[in-house]
């Protein structure tokens, strides 16, 4: 862009001498654009660093976090209690969580959350029934969450992880067990 | 470029075809008048401004590093202890107003009246100076009136400033510079130190956790200070020194008596003593 | 690079336009390179350079900023202390924010006593010093963003001191507060025309003193 | 549930559901230092944690009594008759760490220092709902 100008320049000031000023005239302008581009630098790169540091930030655990390792599964769901840290920004937040994890035939886990679906009491698992029931008002769910009594809904999972052996939970989301 | 190898080929677009095309080429201003070399504003200009550019935002950016901006405390609208001030640009304005004449009944003359004369003065500068003269030492009046103005406002920041130094002083006041952000890094990394020292169980008994807080923190707010890192100014005897006869500004009174009424031994007051100065910021 | 601007000139005829901006004859007595002296004259210029770190990296600081007096002085501890380079971008606008002023000081000066508001150029010099006190007016309105205490206790003090304006004076108070009391609502508005009204207008006012001075040209040698 | 979460259509809609009153009582003499109070009162904090979070859709936190005083066994009867008026069937008292109440009071349990520990006072609360269902 400037060797347009500069050019366009040239034709109609220096006559004289034309080869030796073209030279030095393109000297200056390289010189330029490299103090121009020192100056540009010098302030935005920190700047766009200060902007992409989200992405460039360590993701640890933001959204999965490790509870428990598959081999510790079995068919009867185990409680796992856990805590998330969860850091936006500066908001921060560490809330404990409890997850009842089981493995099922086909090896799949999964993770269900104890909190009833029918007024947010905590519900616990009774192997004798192979049932979840609830300490209030009686609800149970099935092993796979299913609702059976007093409660409108199945309870809810989180979504479930697997890797290298580990088991990792992340956000709840709603049942998708039982509609199968 | 298209425009000056082939001009026939050039498409030139006017938006109104009822305003004819200007022919003339913009011709450069021509500094032939005034005497001696001058020279093209790119590149040539331009680098030297932009020299003198690079080396002001190098100094420009040590300074950021060396200093970095304050934060305060979070906004209290009930602390009376603090002492407002404006930006340091302001401090002239602020300054004066705190002369009799341009304050209280007649704060008006402090606030709009001089103001508004100096900087209509200064905006209505070319209408008023209409001389041609343009060289500021045979211009007496308007030199002499803004080198008077520079001072004043020079003597006004500074007397500004040093009156709120003393303030300060007066008042045992810090400024707050880095009040959250650098503060608490810091204090997290400093925890209690020796934790297995016996001196840590008597600190616990001891009447030092109504006060200090069990975490040794202190409570700023009630000027209890912390005793986290008290090792570092402090030694044994020093400290030994504060719990038998108090402290030097008198805000804690002497603790050793009422503790040894509390059943607690000389050896164990001994050993918390010696505790307290292995309270260090670093290892 | 060339081909693309070869391109967009045939079609928009740039560059007369380049011309007018960048194409002129500099004096001597303008040059530091001929008289150390006039690198006076280089205080306009550098003024320009910190106003254009100001807006960067006040466009930067709203990435993380919130106009909030729950959240504002979290965010901007926030993002001084954990984001990176976070110190060196507050830091461009905090200590910005005073070069600027000392820059338009000097450059004010340099143009009053080489009298180079004179005819023809008085024009220049009012939209220079309404610059000036648009830049004031930055300065005071972008000290109470982080709502620290200096922030909140410097406001109230300035609010105070243009309620003391006869006649009107309850009316500023009142217009800058947006409410009862300096809180919620001066810091949005404090906010909004720190960020939107003043650099539109400094913007504006820039565009004028930048024409002025190509059309008319720098001051002659004295 | 805290008090505070309902509004009279909720209380409509659910109180069926909501049959058990909690009531923290810090048992303040006014003996207390600044950060002892603060002490007491994290630590009934955490003992009504015990019970709010697992029982949420049961149990509702009434506001608290904070201060230890004469007649506190009449007053309290009183209380509990006043609160099964309004249809809850249990009342809970839940004390503050290391309050002891010497007093004999009709309250359905008893949250203090005997049943620390908050597997065992959700067991003891579970029996309480237990013992009322065997009695209908």
Known sequence: ?180 | ?283 | ?222 | MKFTDFNQSIWNETSAYYDTCVIPYSGLTGNETPPRVVQLLSGLKERLEWIEVPFKGRVITYPALQYCFEGFSEFTNYLINNLRSVGFKFVILVVAPSVIIKQECAFDLVIDDRNDDSAKCKEEILQLWRKDVSNL
């Open chain 3, 1 to 222: 690079m060339k081909s693309v601007y070869s391109w967009m000139d045939e079609r928009l005829d740039i560059t007369p336009l380049w011309r007018d901006i960048a194409d002129h004859e500099v004096p001597e007595h303008v040059n530091p390179a001929h008289h150390f002296s006039a690198f006076v004259y280089c205080f306009g210029g550098l003024t320009f350079f910190v106003t254009v770190i100001q807006i960067l990296s006040g466009m930067f600081l709203t990435m993380y900023y919130v106009p909030d007096i729950i959240n504002a002085h979290s965010s901007v501890d926030y993002l001084q202390n954990k984001v990176a380079f976070g110190d060196i971008v507050r830091g461009m606008h905090h200590w910005g924010a005073s070069l600027v002023i000392v820059m338009m000081f000097l450059h004010t000066l340099r143009v009053f006593f080489t009298g180079s508001y004179k005819a023809p150029r008085e024009m220049n010099w009012v939209i220079g010093m309404l610059i000036f006190m648009v830049m004031l007016g930055l300065g005071f309105t972008g000290y109470l963003l982080p709502w620290d205490n200096k922030a909140y206790f410097a406001t109230k003090v300035g609010i105070q001191i243009a309620e003391t304006a006869p006649v009107i004076g309850a009316y500023i108070k009142e217009f800058l507060q947006g409410g009862p009391v300096v809180g919620a609502q001066t810091l949005t508005r404090f906010f909004a025309i720190h960020v939107f009204f003043l650099p539109a207008v400094m913007l504006a006012l820039l565009g004028g003193h930048f024409f002025m001075i190509r059309k008319q040209g720098i001051s002659g040698p004295l």
């Open chain 1, 1 to 180: 862009m400037s060797d347009g100008i500069a050019k366009g320049h040239d034709q109609h000031t220096e006559q004289s001498n034309h080869k030796k000023e073209m030279s030095r005239r393109q000297f200056l302008t390289y010189t330029l654009g490299a103090t121009g581009g020192f100056l540009a630098a010098g302030i935005t790169i920190p700047m766009i660093r200060f902007a992409v540091d989200p992405l460039l930030e360590k993701g640890e655990a933001t959204d999965f976090v490790k509870v428990t390792e598959v081999s510790k599964l079995t068919t009867t769901p185990i409680e796992i209690r856990f805590q998330v840290n969860q850091v936006d920004g500066w908001v921060e937040s560490n809330p404990e969580l409890i997850a009842w994890l089981r493995k099922d035939e086909a090896g799949n886990v999964t993770a269900l959350s104890p909190v009833c679906k029918h007024l947010g009491c905590t519900v616990n698992f009774v192997s004798t029934d192979n049932k979840y029931e609830c300490p209030c008002h009686g609800a149970q769910y099935t092993n796979e969450g299913k609702n059976l009594k007093v409660a409108p809904l199945p309870l809810d999972e989180y979504s479930v992880k697997v890797d290298n052996g580990s088991v990792y939970l992340g956000q709840i989301i709603p049942n998708h067990l039982t509609s199968k």
């Open chain 2, 1 to 283: 470029m298209a425009s000056s190898h082939n001009k026939d080929e050039k498409i030139i677009y006017v938006g109104d075809s009822r305003v004819p095309q200007k022919n003339h080429e913009s011709v450069p201003r021509d500094y032939m008048a005034y005497p001696g070399k001058s020279e093209v504003f790119i590149p040539n200009f331009l680098l030297k401004e932009w020299m003198v550019a690079s080396v002001f935002m190098v100094g420009f950016l040590v300074l950021i590093l060396v200093d970095p901006a304050p934060l305060g405390e979070i906004a209290d609208p009930t602390n009376a202890q603090f002492i407002p001030m404006p930006d340091w640009y302001f401090l002239f304005l602020y300054q004066m107003l705190k002369y009799p004449y341009l304050a209280n009944k007649f704060v008006v003359f402090g606030t709009i009246v001089i103001p508004t004369i100096a900087f209509g003065a200064l905006t209505l500068a070319p209408f008023l100076d209409t001389g041609k003269e343009r060289r500021f030492y045979k211009r007496p009046i308007s030199t002499g009136l803004m080198l008077l103005s520079i001072a004043a406002i020079i003597f006004l920041t500074n007397v500004s400033w040093m009156h709120y130094e003393e303030e300060l002083e007066a008042k045992g006041l810090k400024p707050e510079k880095h009040a959250t952000g650098g503060g608490k890094k810091k204090e997290e990394k400093m925890g209690v130190m020796a934790k297995d020292h016996p001196g840590f169980a008597v600190f616990k008994k001891a009447t030092c956790v109504s006060c200090h807080g069990a975490d040794m923190k202190g409570m700023s707010a009630a000027g209890i200070p912390a005793l986290l890192g008290v090792g570092d100014k402090l030694d044994q005897a020093a400290i030994m020194n504060i719990i038998k006869n108090g402290s030097e500004n008198k805000k804690m009174s002497a603790q050793y008596d009422s503790n040894i009424n509390n059943g607690i031994t000389p050896d164990e007051m001994n050993q918390l003593a010696e505790w307290l100065s292995k309270q260090k910021k670093t290892p």
